[in-house]
């Protein structure tokens, strides 16, 4: 199980309390932040496609050419939020991930828990992130790709561990291909808990982490390896 000195961290967004680590775009400034504010609103509600640069600039109290000081377009605010969003996640996995200690299933408890909180008690940002990425092309999608692959990896890489321990017992065997795929399908179902669950889930983000770690716990197999299992 996830050591109590971990739960401050792993439960850090269920109250949805915003850090200085938290503040969207990284380093902006106040307006910045008031058009990312916006911006997030907007895009949650409308799309990033049927929303305007008018429509930020209004919520704000701004005029349309307002955003051009400081974002060079729409497109480019939707890339920084989306980048920015990523990075919180992955730099939080990481954290909870160093501070979990060596057992696998510490690690994979803590950022499943993590992961889950920053869904859930991010709710906005974390749809906009997963749901607006496509809209990225060139250059700034593959940025955010390999953001979300080291996301993946991450848990591709305690899971392995576990594996090859026999602490787990993955589908397909103790190798990395079956390490990624089981990451793969621990990452979706994080990353994306249903819109229904997330504004309709009475008991509340706590129980929503303790349930979605039992499950990845059994998705990946704890306590049911056999010793010299191939």
């Not at 929303?51 to 974002?71: E, K, M, Q, S, W």
């Not at 929503?208 to 998705?219: K, P, S």
Request: proline share 4%.
């Amino acid at each position: 199980m996830i050591p109590a000195a971990l739960m401050w961290m792993a439960v850090a967004m269920t109250h949805a309390q915003v850090s200085p680590d938290d503040v969207l775009p990284a380093g902006g400034t106040a307006l910045q932040r008031r058009l990312a504010e916006a911006a997030i609103e907007l895009f949650y509600a409308r799309g990033a496609t049927a929303t305007t640069v008018r429509d930020i600039t209004a919520a704000c109290g701004l005029t349309p050419g307002a955003l051009y000081n400081h974002f060079s377009s729409k497109d480019y605010l939707l890339y920084v939020l989306v980048r920015d969003i990523h990075r919180q996640v992955d730099s939080g996995m990481a954290a909870v991930l160093a501070a979990a200690g060596p057992e696998p299933e510490a690690q994979l408890e803590a950022m499943v828990r993590f992961v889950v909180g920053h869904t859930a008690g991010f709710k906005k940002r974390s749809r906009v992130a997963n749901r607006e990425f496509s809209l990225l092309t060139g250059t700034r999608r593959d940025e955010i790709r390999v953001i979300r692959r080291q996301i993946r990896d991450r848990f591709a890489r305690s899971l392995l561990l576990g594996a090859r321990q026999g602490t787990f017992d993955l589908a397909g065997g103790r190798d990395a291909p079956a390490a990624t795929l089981v990451a793969a399908t621990l990452t979706n179902m994080c990353v994306h808990i249903s819109e229904r669950t997330l504004e309709h889930y009475r008991p509340g983000v706590a129980d929503l982490q303790d349930r979605f770690a039992l499950m990845a716990m059994r998705i990946a197999g704890a306590g049911t390896s056999q010793p010299g299992r191939a």
